[in-house]
């Protein structure tokens, strides 16, 4: 894509991007008044369609993370100065391996895999191998195409993108922690105390009904969406594959479409599985809308 298509693309893919975060700041008003009934009208658990997208929403992210981890790898291989070509590696090898492996359990929890296979446990060496079998390929491929690429600018541009998703994920992660909410399918099972709470009204009592009734604790773990962030972030993270595999330059557009569609439907299937409220999914895609903005922004200011 010539350089004036690029910066044509940048520009045009951050504004859908800042409108994407004021259609969520609507509907997160919505769904503060009106998450209950909405919920209530949509919920379908056990929808197995439903399962698959949204296990496909934490694997696309996973995924690309580790692609982008092993193309990180390639382009630390290339500095000259032994000391720091041993430092960058062995931090993004280290950092690398946790990671996938952190990601390995993430698609094995009853969110994802774990909901459509009850069997799945979300063992250590379950885990192992998902990470072995699924993400380390994965990185293993971004590694080969990174070292075949010579833009001599690549690497910024990897550090770019892992940033965005990095602080994207510990931002939700960060408000999960601090706004307990009970997902709308606990609710369902009527256990005395697990009520409807609004986002801003958390619940206090959770541990003691961790406790007390063995609930898993991610069942508290309803606001914000990660999924939704993960997957609505794809506006960013599948057009940025094409800093990394020149083939894909022409291509994103379609990359761009191709996340909008795929954000959207892992939204609707976690309304749908009864994991979110409304104002879930909003808060989670106006995260990660304003975050692909500000790549976009970054990634015109850096690289034209």
């Known amino acids: 894509m010539p350089d004036d298509n690029r910066l044509r693309f940048g520009m045009i893919a951050g504004r859908i991007a800042v409108c994407m975060a004021a259609f969520f700041a609507v509907t997160f008003v919505i769904g503060t008044f009106f998450d209950n009934p909405i919920a209530s009208a949509i919920f379908s658990g056990g929808n197995i369609p439903a399962l698959v997208i949204s296990s496909l929403g934490i694997y696309v ?15 630390s291989m290339k500095i000259a100065n032994d000391f ?17 492996t952190v990601a390995g359990g993430s698609l094995l929890d009853i969110n994802n895999l774990g909901g459509i296979f009850p069997e799945i446990r979300r063992t250590i060496p379950q885990m192992i191998i998902v990470f072995l079998f699924v993400f380390f390929p994965i990185a293993v491929l971004g590694f080969i195409l990174g070292r075949r690429n010579n833009d001599p600018t690549l ?9 965005c998703m990095a602080i994207m994920f510990i931002i939700y992660e960060i408000i999960k922690t601090g706004l307990p909410r009970p997902r709308f ?24 009904l961790i406790e007390t009734f063995g609930i898993y604790s991610d069942n508290f773990k309803s606001f914000p969406s990660g999924h939704t962030a993960n997957a609505i972030l ?71």
């Open 84 to 100: 720091k070509r041993t430092i960058y590696c062995s931090f993004i090898i280290f950092f690398g391996v946790i990671v996938m």
């Open 61 to 75: 992210f996973c995924g690309a993370f580790s692609f982008y981890f092993g193309a990180a790898l390639s382009q």
């Open 185 to 208: 399918r606990l609710i369902q099972e009527h256990i005395d105390g697990v009520d409807f709470h609004a986002w801003y009204d958390p619940i206090k009592n959770k541990d003691e």
């Open 155 to 163: 690497g910024r541009r990897i550090v770019l993108i892992l940033n």
């Open 234 to 304: 794809s506006i960013a993270i599948l057009p940025g594959l094409a800093a990394v595999v020149p083939a894909l330059r022409n291509k994103k557009k379609v990359l761009f479409v191709a996340g909008f569609v795929f954000g959207f439907l892992v939204l609707a299937s976690r309304m749908v599985l009864g994991a979110h409220f409304l104002s879930d999914v909003s808060c989670g895609g106006f995260i990660a809308s304003v975050m692909s903005a500000v790549y976009y922004k970054r990634e015109r200011q850096l690289f034209g």
